[in-house]
């Protein structure tokens, strides 16, 4: 998982998950799909950050930063929807 974290954020990335969670949702308009890899990605270039910080050492599940970072996207985007204006 380092691998393809590191990968998007020197390649940018394409993951057909994404694209089949948002073409599934497209037919309900109260759903929504948030990709929260720009988050991480923004985060870990704006502060030197890799993987490893976001994740338990055990596994790979968020750690404690991991999740407060997915939690601010969630919020954000909720916002933006409920809103319609940019956070």
Same mark, same amino acid.
Do not use: I
């Given at each position: !998982?380092? !691998? +393809?974290?590191?990968?998007?954020?020197? &390649?940018?990335?394409?993951?057909?998950?994404?694209?089949?969670?948002?073409?599934? *949702?497209?037919?309900? $308009? &109260?759903? !929504?799909? *948030?990709?929260?890899? $720009?988050?991480?990605? #923004?985060?870990?270039? #704006? &502060?030197?950050?890799?993987? +490893?910080?976001?994740?338990?050492?055990?596994?790979?599940?968020? &750690? #404690?930063?991991?999740?407060?970072?997915?939690?601010?996207?969630?919020?954000?985007?909720?916002? #933006? +929807?409920?809103?319609?204006?940019?956070?």
């Amino acid at each position: !998982r380092d !691998r +393809d974290f590191e990968a998007a954020q020197v &390649n940018g990335y394409d993951f057909a998950l994404l694209d089949e969670m948002q073409s599934l *949702v497209s037919d309900h $308009p &109260n759903l !929504r799909v *948030v990709d929260l890899l $720009p988050a991480f990605l #923004e985060n870990a270039l #704006e &502060n030197d950050y890799s993987y +490893d910080d976001y994740v338990l050492g055990c596994d790979s599940h968020w &750690n #404690e930063m991991g999740h407060e970072l997915a939690a601010d996207a969630v919020y954000k985007a909720l916002f #933006e +929807d409920l809103y319609q204006t940019e956070y």
